[in-house]
């Protein structure tokens, strides 16, 4: 490994680079926590203020006062019964894809990954078009089935993946010893591939928590989520800068922790399309 | 019994799809293992799996026809009528609506301006994040914080990336207008002239999916064969030629299956704008997607926009199929 070793000023300079490189992807996000504890005569201050004395006063107002507690209680349960669905189903197919012989599987699979490809757009006409004739509109259940849809292709390339790295000898044991399909796959191989588990449904929390147009199309007024919340409180006034910074910044906290705690898988999940 | 799901092995398993290889999808096929004893008949007969395998999909299967298949179908027969959503008038127009869109001068802008956008963002972001990776790379410590620090714009919720890149752009009070004040510099109004506007839309995309690009030309680097890069040292190739030459040839794959995404994502791309500039200017940053939108959710022209979801479909599925094509499969023939 001495092939990539460089000098160490040369090392240290490439350390500072990329240290100026992170502080500028940071800024705006640092940026937005300075303003949503500033009181307003500091946040609108030019030049902007650097030093001033905190306030959490914003982050009490927008999540008691300004009803943000109600619009986090709806993406909880519309990402909760998403997750639960879409995990479970999607859990089971992966687990028939990666044992099932020949080019069936493999079409499933890539039909799958086509789908990511599908426009939002047009799956979400037919979905309003479809929950307006039902009278679906603002329910949970439009939202929850609408997520798991779009989740679906992901849920079973990510499972999928992690099914494949179990040998198949362990299945074939299970079968030996007399446990019938059923059996192997939930007493045999998901205990093996429950770190798997946990990524998948971590990522698919993700995405339904993150997700906007379906959101924005089909909640209303009682099921509205964070992201639609915000959006609409948006930037537009001034008088609400601080407000909706704070919103921004608590909205923002759960995914920095999610972060933590996967880093090790981020790749294989955001490779399959997860957040986006 | 312990499970390997780091992701040095595949980094994106899809890609070996993509590409056409064999993936092990039915590893260690029954009939593959050698009888233990040879010398005694062995009557054991291999169990003939796969039978009852398709039980597994079934629910899945079910879930995703009712969501999946039949709203997508509907949303092809839909894009056959002109179906106004406010006075509930609807008629069979047959293509009628793909024939007015490709007529449609609206339409060919938004798609130029796609193009135009996602052109200048990839590019940008491929620019920075090859760089950015290839410094992790020959970094020897802090690599993970450093990492994990420069991701956070990729994964947070895309609505609340884009609030706060306004609150970087918004005019007089926004971040970058007051430093330019506070200098002396009057500041143009960053999402209020179209120049600007589309600049924001690509730098917003940039913040966005440089830090997705790194994380995965990373991880790619990571694999490539270090005997090579020994090889091409004795030879006296100094680093960035190892990097062009041995390196990215090498991680090719990768680099195609990550542009097909970024393409695919680019015909999504929806939050950011919608919040940033919700396609304005007039018309400056309406992309495909947010025309699409504007004609179902504003002007309620639901055939004309499922039409226009379908074409979007086309285009983007040419455009992949043409990526893979031309660069996925020289590595075979030269």
Same mark, same amino acid.
């Given at each position: 490994m001495m092939t990539r070793r460089l000098p160490r000023l040369s090392q240290m300079l490439l350390f500072l680079a990329l240290c100026a490189f992170a502080a500028a992807m940071l800024t705006p996000v640092v940026w937005s926590l300075l303003t949503s504890i500033k009181q307003p005569i500091d946040a609108f201050a030019i030049p902007p203020k650097w030093i001033f004395t905190p306030t959490l006063d914003f982050h009490r107002a927008v999540w008691v006062d300004k009803g943000f507690a109600g619009f986090l209680f709806n993406s909880v349960v519309i990402s909760v019964c998403t997750v639960c669905l879409s995990v479970s189903i999607g859990t089971m197919a992966a687990y028939g894809l990666s044992r099932m012989r020949g080019n069936a599987a493999r079409g499933i699979l890539i039909g799958l990954l086509t789908m990511?490809?599908?426009?939002?757009m047009l799956l979400v006409i037919p979905f309003f078009m479809l929950a307006k004739f039902l009278n679906l509109i603002d329910t949970y259940p439009a939202m929850v089935l609408a997520l798991v849809a779009i989740n679906q292709p992901f849920t079973i390339w990510l499972m999928h993946s992690f099914f494949a790295d179990v040998p198949t000898e362990i299945d074939e044991a299970g079968a030996i010893d007399g446990a019938n399909e059923w059996q192997t796959f939930y007493r045999l191989v998901l205990p093996i591939v429950r770190p798997g588990l946990w990524v998948t449904a971590l990522f698919s929390l993700l995405l339904a928590y993150n997700e906007f147009l379906f959101a924005l199309v089909l909640t209303g007024p009682h099921t509205k989520t964070l992201p639609v919340a915000i959006a609409e409180y948006g930037g537009e006034d001034l008088n609400y800068w601080s407000l909706s910074a704070a919103a921004a910044i608590g909205i923002m906290l759960p995914i920095v922790a999610f972060m933590m705690f996967l880093q090790r898988h981020l790749v294989r999940g955001l490779a399959l399309g997860a957040v986006k | 019994m312990t499970v390997s799901v780091t992701n040095e092995k595949t980094p994106c398993g899809a890609s070996s799809v993509l590409r056409g290889e064999k993936q092990d999808l039915s590893a260690g096929a029954a009939g593959d293992i050698p009888p233990r004893n040879t010398s005694a008949p062995v009557v054991r007969r291999p169990r003939p799996r +796969?039978?009852?395998? @398709?039980l597994f999909l079934l629910p899945s299967g079910i879930v995703s026809l009712f969501i999946l298949v039949y709203p997508l179908a509907y949303a092809l027969y839909l894009s056959l009528f002109s179906y106004y959503l406010d006075t509930g008038a609807s008629h069979f127009v047959g293509l009628g609506n793909y024939v007015d869109l490709l007529g449609d001068t609206r339409f060919w802008s938004s798609l130029e301006r796609t193009v135009l956008i996602v052109g200048s963002s990839v590019a940008l972001e491929f620019g920075v994040g090859l760089a950015v990776a290839y410094g992790l790379y020959r970094l020897t410590f802090g690599v993970r914080t450093l990492n994990l620090l420069m991701f956070l714009p990729h994964i947070i919720t895309p609505v609340v990336a884009a609030l706060f890149l306004k609150w970087i752009f918004a005019?007089? @009070?926004?971040l970058l207008s007051s430093l330019l004040i506070a200098a002396g510099i009057f500041p143009p109004d960053f999402l209020g002239d179209p120049i600007w506007a589309r600049v924001v839309v690509v730098l917003a995309d940039a913040w966005q999916f440089t830090p997705f690009i790194v994380l995965v030309l990373y991880a790619g680097l990571n694999t490539v064969d270090q005997s090579q890069i020994e090889a091409a040292q004795l030879d006296g190739a100094g680093g960035l030629q190892i990097l062009f030459r041995i390196m990215l040839p090498s991680i090719r794959p990768l680099i195609v299956f990550v542009l097909a995404m970024r393409i695919m994502d680019a015909f999504r791309y929806f939050d950011t704008i919608y919040v940033l500039t919700s396609g304005g200017? +007039? &018309?400056? &940053?309406?992309t495909i997607t947010m025309y699409t939108y504007s004609l179902a /959710?504003?002007? /309620?022209?639901i055939g004309k926009a499922s039409a226009l979801g379908v074409l979007t479909l086309l285009i983007v599925l040419a455009l992949t199929a043409i990526l893979i094509f031309v660069f996925g499969r020289n590595k075979e023939t030269s």
């Open positions: 990511r490809m599908f426009p939002h | +796969g039978r009852k395998l @398709w005019p007089r @009070w926004g200017p +007039g &018309t400056a &940053t309406e /959710f504003r002007l /309620f022209q």
